[in-house]
């Protein structure tokens, strides 16, 4: 099937079922850009410039390991060498801890980022008993070599593979210069204190509420992406109506408590153009004051009114604001909400 989403355009093929053949629908996209997706390496396009890794974030590290594969693009589109990132599905964190994994960047997320970066296929490898089992020299050999037909590869430098593990960065490379195939080893990427930008720490400043940090890490402010449902309408009740989001399974949600942010508006109709940004105000939680059990995430728009069921929302988060808490009464709770949408305010207008 053929998937268009706000401002690009995405093939999705699966093994498990029929699917499209590869079409020129270019003028589907805003930008002009598309990816092609696929979950078997049968199904991939080849030869392949490919960057290899889990990729959950696309964080400023990832874009330096994905880089190389895009220098010299246009010269290859000629030769028909697809820029191809490969990453895993499921994450190897779930499958060998039998738990759910929440990501940075569930799928449709990060097809969108690797789209922007003008990447042109993303191959997800089914990470199950057979390809853990791999050894390096056999991943490499069996895996990019004969079925993705590599023609040169980019990795970050703490890159691992193969069965338990066992193979380095620089076993990599010496494997695939028996074949020719050059092997681009990036350096950890540093923040401003020089220290590696990592998924895991991007994951630690979310839950301290450290948004600042988690963006600067980014290159890009963190983003829940998700379809506003019917919820149970306390904030219209009380003078605050709120869209109530429903999002993918696994994306990772921040430290509960309230934000300011910035929210733009994917039309329903079939061009799903992006509507003006607004300011708003992110609640992520339990809602203790009305007891609460189930996490929900709730935005209330601060220069917008509108029905809003149904339509998909892009939520930028700016700044944690603070943590969830219990009020003695609607009253309170309603004041607080009230004193939050001033903070999110005066915190937008210093950034004027």
């Given at each position: 099937m053929v998937i268009v989403l706000s401002a690009l355009s995405y093939y999705f093929v699966t093994s498990e079922k029929n699917y499209l053949?590869?079409?020129?629908?270019?003028?589907?996209?805003?930008n002009g850009f598309s990816i092609w997706v696929a979950n078997a390496t049968k199904l991939s396009l080849t030869p392949t410039a490919i960057a290899l890794g889990k990729f959950d974030g696309i964080h400023l590290g990832h874009q330096k390991v994905?880089?190389?594969?895009?220098?010299?693009?246009n010269r290859e589109i000629t030769d028909k060498i697809?820029?191809?990132?490969?990453?895993?599905?499921?994450?190897?964190q779930q499958f060998f801890s039998g738990q759910p994994h929440n990501l940075l960047t569930p799928l449709e997320e990060k097809v969108e980022q690797l789209c922007s970066l003008k990447v042109k296929q993303l191959v997800l490898l089914p990470f199950d008993k057979e390809l853990s089992a791999l050894t390096p020299t056999e991943f490499v050999e069996?895996?990019?070599?004969?079925?993705?037909?590599a023609v040169r590869i980019s990795v970050g430098q703490d890159f691992r593979f193969g069965s338990c593990r066992l193979g380095a960065a620089e076993d990599l490379?010496?494997?695939?210069?028996?074949?020719?195939?050059?092997?681009?080893?990036v350096p950890l990427a540093g923040d401003e204190e020089n220290s590696p930008i990592s998924s895991t720490t991007i994951r630690q400043a979310l839950n301290q509420g450290d948004i600042i940090k988690a963006n600067q890490l980014l290159g890009r402010k963190y983003t829940l992406v998700g379809t506003v449902v019917e919820g149970e309408k306390l904030g219209t009740n009380i003078g605050f109506p709120t869209a109530n989001l429903e999002l993918p399974s696994d994306k990772f949600l921040p430290k509960k408590g309230v934000y300011a942010v910035h929210v733009s508006i994917t039309s329903s109709t079939e061009e799903n153009v992006l509507k003006s940004d607004y300011r708003g105000v992110m609640n992520i939680g339990i809602c203790p004051t009305v007891n609460g059990t189930q996490v929900s995430v709730e935005v209330h728009l601060l220069d917008w009114s509108g029905d809003l069921y149904g339509e998909r929302l892009l939520v930028k988060i700016e700044?944690?604001?603070r943590s969830e808490q219990k009020f003695n009464s609607l009253k309170a709770l309603t004041n607080q909400i009230r004193c939050?949408?001033?903070?999110?305010?005066?915190?937008f207008q210093s950034r004027c």
């Amino acid at each position: 099937m053929v998937i268009v989403l706000s401002a690009l355009s995405y093939y999705f093929v699966t093994s498990e079922k029929n699917y499209l053949p590869r079409i020129d629908v270019q003028n589907l996209s805003q930008n002009g850009f598309s990816i092609w997706v696929a979950n078997a390496t049968k199904l991939s396009l080849t030869p392949t410039a490919i960057a290899l890794g889990k990729f959950d974030g696309i964080h400023l590290g990832h874009q330096k390991v994905i880089q190389p594969i895009l220098e010299g693009q246009n010269r290859e589109i000629t030769d028909k060498i697809y820029s191809t990132v490969v990453t895993f599905d499921p994450h190897p964190q779930q499958f060998f801890s039998g738990q759910p994994h929440n990501l940075l960047t569930p799928l449709e997320e990060k097809v969108e980022q690797l789209c922007s970066l003008k990447v042109k296929q993303l191959v997800l490898l089914p990470f199950d008993k057979e390809l853990s089992a791999l050894t390096p020299t056999e991943f490499v050999e069996k895996i990019l070599i004969q079925q993705l037909k590599a023609v040169r590869i980019s990795v970050g430098q703490d890159f691992r593979f193969g069965s338990c593990r066992l193979g380095a960065a620089e076993d990599l490379q010496i494997i695939a210069a028996k074949y020719n195939i050059p092997v681009h080893i990036v350096p950890l990427a540093g923040d401003e204190e020089n220290s590696p930008i990592s998924s895991t720490t991007i994951r630690q400043a979310l839950n301290q509420g450290d948004i600042i940090k988690a963006n600067q890490l980014l290159g890009r402010k963190y983003t829940l992406v998700g379809t506003v449902v019917e919820g149970e309408k306390l904030g219209t009740n009380i003078g605050f109506p709120t869209a109530n989001l429903e999002l993918p399974s696994d994306k990772f949600l921040p430290k509960k408590g309230v934000y300011a942010v910035h929210v733009s508006i994917t039309s329903s109709t079939e061009e799903n153009v992006l509507k003006s940004d607004y300011r708003g105000v992110m609640n992520i939680g339990i809602c203790p004051t009305v007891n609460g059990t189930q996490v929900s995430v709730e935005v209330h728009l601060l220069d917008w009114s509108g029905d809003l069921y149904g339509e998909r929302l892009l939520v930028k988060i700016e700044k944690f604001l603070r943590s969830e808490q219990k009020f003695n009464s609607l009253k309170a709770l309603t004041n607080q909400i009230r004193c939050d949408c001033d903070t999110a305010n005066s915190f937008f207008q210093s950034r004027c």
